[in-house]
């Protein structure tokens, strides 16, 4: 089974800082994809950024990055120059390689606020 | 090209009702996920359909069922509602059931159960 911890309590950001938002995850699967997604209070999810477990090199698009440390099982989301448009939910979330289907299994989320 | 829609936007219920929730896949994608959010918590998966057939299914019970037409929009029923079926319901299509194929999310239906 797989699982997404995201334990932080809201988080605030002055606006232009950047900003550390942290997942640990747990499965007993090789290979597996790690995925961050912003959910604004329209509710839609926005992909921001991946990173596969195979992966060598960390993931970043952007402002977003990805400090992928496999040994300890995190994939924390760095945002860079936060702006007033990233105060949403942000959710971690895993999928198996390999399996039947493609489900994506999400932790519970982290709500930031970014301060003018 | 059109993105991933959902209908309706919300819906009021009361207890042992039975809902239709929709959802129209983007252009070329052949699979769609459900997911349920309920409030402050993230989405749970309830199950995905890939040409039509079921592929796979989260831990809900035969109550949510689903089905898949062949312009592969989908519907999500649900039967016997109860309290707790309260929550905002995702829809997500993908051009494969892959990992590596991305799932695009539509804005929602919020369900709530009275």
């Known amino acids: 089974a797989q699982k997404i911890t995201q334990t932080q309590p809201g988080m605030f950001v002055q606006e232009k800082e950047a900003v550390t938002l942290d997942c640990t995850y747990d499965t007993s699967d090789p290979s597996y994809g790690l995925f961050w997604y912003k959910q604004p209070s329209s509710g839609e999810m926005i992909f921001l950024i991946y990173?596969?477990?195979?992966?060598?090199q960390n993931a970043t698009e952007g402002r977003y990055s990805l400090n992928f440390q496999k040994a300890r099982k995190s994939a924390n989301l760095v945002i860079s120059a936060s702006q007033l448009g990233d105060s949403a939910m942000y959710f971690c979330?895993?999928?198996?390689?390999?399996?039947?289907?493609?489900?994506?299994?999400f932790g519970k989320g982290i709500t930031l606020s970014v301060r003018p | 090209e059109t993105g991933v829609t959902q209908s309706p936007t919300h819906l009021i219920k009361t207890r042992g009702q039975q809902v239709t929730l929709r959802c129209s896949s983007q252009?070329?994608?052949?699979?769609v996920s459900w997911y349920q959010q309920a409030l402050g918590q993230g989405p749970q998966f309830i199950f995905q359909?890939?040409?039509?057939?079921?592929?796979g299914r989260g831990n809900f019970p035969p109550r949510f069922s689903g089905l898949q037409f062949p312009n592969y929009s989908s519907e999500l029923n649900v039967n016997a509602l109860e309290l707790d079926d309260s929550a905002l319901y995702l829809c997500a299509s993908s051009s494969g059931t892959d990992f590596y194929n991305e799932q695009f999310f539509g804005p929602g239906t919020r369900l709530t159960v009275l």
């Open positions: 252009s070329g994608h052949n699979t």
């Open positions: 979330a895993m999928r198996k390689i390999a399996g039947a289907n493609s489900k994506l299994t």
């Open positions: 359909y890939y040409r039509e057939e079921e592929n």
């Open positions: 990173q596969g477990s195979y992966d060598q």
